[in-house]
């Protein structure tokens, strides 16, 4: 499927060869008008990478939503071109250039390595709006720890802890790294509304203490999922803390 309306680009299976996938991106690189990119089914590598290239043209100012699901063989070298992209970003915005001013970003169902998640903290980084909504779902597993404090060292920037809306990090394995990272950020988001990290082997009890310390995060917060993790009796009094 390839569908092309007049705010989205919408990628999914699509029965091309690499070399097409490259002209397509050579000429979405130029198109300034849309605004939302789509890319599903497990196109793989080959394809995804000269799509992601045509971030970093003139449209990468453009994109305010960036979904890559189901592409299960997404590797090394789209992250590599994420990277690039995050460097191009930086790039303009020392030249006084219009950078990207992505707002949302999702990926999921895709597997990343430890590198892969390091590679999207990166260009989580070099977004200077930061973004109002972040899923990343089932992209992770139990070897991405040393990258999880990358991830959550951006996080932690002004720029989200500010205006990060909408955390989606449900089944990725966090485990305690990932618990000590959510709930470090999570004392001091202040603009969160919906957060869900479900089935993630996390200590439910430290996460809500984090909630229940900041006033404005218990006052504004919408939505929580932290279904399928240990609560515990201590977890589950300070929920108790957390809904009065």
């Not at 189901?70 to 071109?81: L, N, P, V, W």
């Not at 006033?215 to 009065?244: F, H, P, R, W």
Request: charged content about 20%; some cysteine; hydrophobic content about 45%.
């Amino acid at each position: 499927v390839l569908a092309i309306s007049a705010d989205m680009l919408r990628v999914e299976r699509l029965p091309l060869k690499p070399v097409d996938f490259e002209e397509l991106a050579t000429v979405l690189s130029s198109c300034t008008s849309i605004t939302s990119w789509v890319i599903s089914g497990a196109i793989g590598d080959q394809f995804i990478v000269p799509l992601l290239a045509g971030l970093g043209g003139p449209a990468g100012g453009a994109v305010k939503r960036l979904e890559v699901t189901g592409s299960e063989e997404i590797g090394k070298s789209s992250m590599a071109r994420l990277k690039q992209v995050a460097e191009t970003n930086r790039r303009l915005e020392e030249a006084g250039a219009s950078p990207m001013a992505m707002r949302e970003l999702v990926v999921a169902d895709c597997l990343l390595t430890s590198v892969g998640v390091k590679e999207v903290s990166l260009m989580l980084q070099s977004v200077h709006t930061g973004m109002t909504a972040l899923e990343l779902t089932h992209v992770m597993n139990s070897g991405a720890g040393g990258a999880l404090k990358e991830l959550g060292g951006v996080l932690r920037l002004p720029r989200y802890t500010q205006h990060l809306a909408s955390l989606s990090l449900s089944s990725n394995e966090l485990g305690a790294v990932g618990t000590k990272e959510l709930g470090g950020w999570i004392r001091s988001a202040s603009a969160l509304r919906k957060l869900e990290a479900a089935n993630n082997k996390l200590d439910c009890a430290v996460l809500l203490e984090a909630i229940s310390v900041n006033d404005a995060l218990v006052a504004s917060l919408e939505l929580l999922d932290i279904s399928q993790n240990k609560l515990g009796t201590k977890g589950a009094s300070t929920l108790g803390d957390v809904l009065k």
